[in-house]
């Protein structure tokens, strides 16, 4: 098992591989993380964040996503703002927090799911998340090269943009495939 130290980025929300997900960059520990995020073009990890009711930080849950930054822009307010790209999934061994307060684990890669043809049942997944697209170009724009003939995709980007408890969530994404998610998914979109 190969362990690679990447810098973490904490969130309520999730991405997977192939998805895209604009930030705002702000503090110093994010600005550190974008620098050492292009030593050996590495990246940096999305991780999802347990709530707490008291502020502070939470619980990094283990399975997070290695991203690449894409694109970069400065936002109405004059903060950065980039756009990263979901690489691979990857799960924490060990994390430690430095004097900034930015966040660095030993990781280990994990597999991406594999691409499976979507079929007659998704037919309301593609329906459902084309008019979410419809909806909300802002989202829409980030995908231009939509893949709706496959499963694995689709399913990652409504595991992204689903509001949903996020054990509930880390569970589908640590499997080793798309089916258990495609299946939830099925049974929430046909409710």
């Not at 990246?43 to 694109?71: C, H, N, Q, W, Y």
């Not at 724009?141 to 893949?147: I, N, R, S, T």
């Not at 589908?172 to 998914?185: M, W």
């Amino acid at each position: 098992m190969k362990l690679q130290p990447l810098a973490l980025f904490p969130l309520p929300s999730h991405i997977l591989p192939g998805g895209k997900l604009p930030l705002r960059l702000f503090e110093p520990r994010h600005l550190q993380m974008l620098k050492e995020s292009f030593i050996d073009d590495q990246g940096f990890g999305i991780v999802m964040e347990e709530a707490t009711t008291t502020g502070k930080s939470g619980r990094i849950l283990p399975v997070g996503t290695r991203v690449k930054v894409t694109d970069f822009y400065t936002l109405n307010d004059g903060l950065l703002g980039v756009t990263v790209l979901g690489m691979e999934r990857f799960c924490i061994h060990e994390m430690e927090t430095d004097e900034l307060g930015l966040r660095r684990a030993r990781v280990e890669a994990l597999p991406n799911w594999p691409s499976t043809h979507s079929d007659f049942s998704d037919k309301p997944l593609v329906t459902r998340l084309r008019e979410v697209f419809e909806q909300y170009p802002e989202l829409d724009e980030l995908y231009p090269d939509k893949q709706f003939d496959d499963a694995a995709w689709l399913c990652q980007r409504w595991l992204e943009i689903l509001p949903m408890p996020i054990y509930e969530k880390q569970m589908l994404i640590a499997k080793q495939n798309s089916e258990a998610a495609r299946q939830f998914l099925r049974r929430l979109i046909a409710q």
